[in-house]
């Protein structure tokens, strides 16, 4: 029997028993785990104990019993913004539902840092703002699980796909992912294929910069919605694909995300 205290994320609460909760929770240092919440809807703790809300939660467990009681959650971050918007409400449950379904990409401590990270950005953004902020957190989130595209250099010639300036020109031209290789082509190898996905050339300029800059630098960065839709169509299909599933949260988020 012991009392221990750790940084969590809520992720759900369903009802157990007349007046029990059970708790998904996510820590850096335990990944996924659950705890019950005991008491009816007078509990202060009822409150407290929401989706989204994180801090530092404080558990009693009973390893006889194999039982993990929560006594206590000092919320820091409760992302009020979440009831208001429905774009962040599906948005949170995405991210959610990737972590739990990924089991934190075996890497608890660095999906801490990702999702949170995510959260509490767009909790602070508009809503154009969360949309590329889900984009960036999903291209992220596929490096956590190792197979994130290389965005750096063509898959078929292996010449660098950031080497032509961006010009008239070159806007114009489309790049490839193929997904045999799971790496993008460049025009000239593009122009061979058919039927992959074509992305313009501010699209993979900005996945890049995702990769390989910091996440204040790439921030700063705006796309066009066309650049935007190119984006998401991508890495919503390469999340789903990796997820080994079918995702709940794109499926009944259809013209919201």
């Not at 809807?41 to 009822?46: A, G, T, V």
């Not at 996440?215 to 080994?244: A, D, H």
Request: proline residues 4%.
């Amino acid at each position: 029997m012991r009392n221990i205290s750790m940084p969590a994320l809520i992720l759900s609460v369903q009802i157990s028993g007349e007046n029990n909760r059970r708790v998904t929770i996510f820590s850096p240092s335990e990944g996924i785990h659950f705890a019950t919440l005991y008491g009816g809807p007078k509990s202060k703790l009822r409150s407290l104990v929401s989706p989204m809300n994180s801090g530092v939660i404080y558990l009693y467990r009973d390893e006889v019993k194999n039982q993990t009681k929560i006594t206590d959650f000092d919320v820091k971050n409760c992302h009020l913004s979440f009831r208001e918007n429905l774009f962040k409400t599906y948005s949170a449950s995405l991210a959610t539902e990737i972590l739990i379904k990924t089991k934190c990409a075996g890497f608890p401590e660095e999906a801490w840092k990702i999702v949170n990270g995510f959260l509490d950005g767009i909790e602070l953004s508009s809503e154009d703002e969360s949309r590329l902020g889900l984009v960036r957190f999903l291209w992220r989130y596929l490096g956590l699980l190792g197979v994130r595209p290389d965005s750096a250099v063509c898959c078929n010639c292996g010449n660098s796909l950031h080497a032509q300036k961006f010009t008239s020109d070159s806007l114009s031209q489309k790049y490839s992912f193929s997904p045999f290789d799971n790496g993008f082509s460049c025009p000239d190898c593009a122009s061979l294929e058919k039927g992959n996905l074509q992305l313009s050339k501010p699209a993979i300029t900005y996945l890049e910069a995702i990769s390989s800059l910091s996440p204040k630098e790439v921030r700063n960065i705006t796309v066009s919605g066309k650049t935007l839709l190119e984006m998401k169509n991508l890495v919503y299909n390469l999340i789903e694909q990796n997820c080994g599933s079918k995702l709940n949260s794109l499926e009944s988020g259809i013209g919201i995300l």
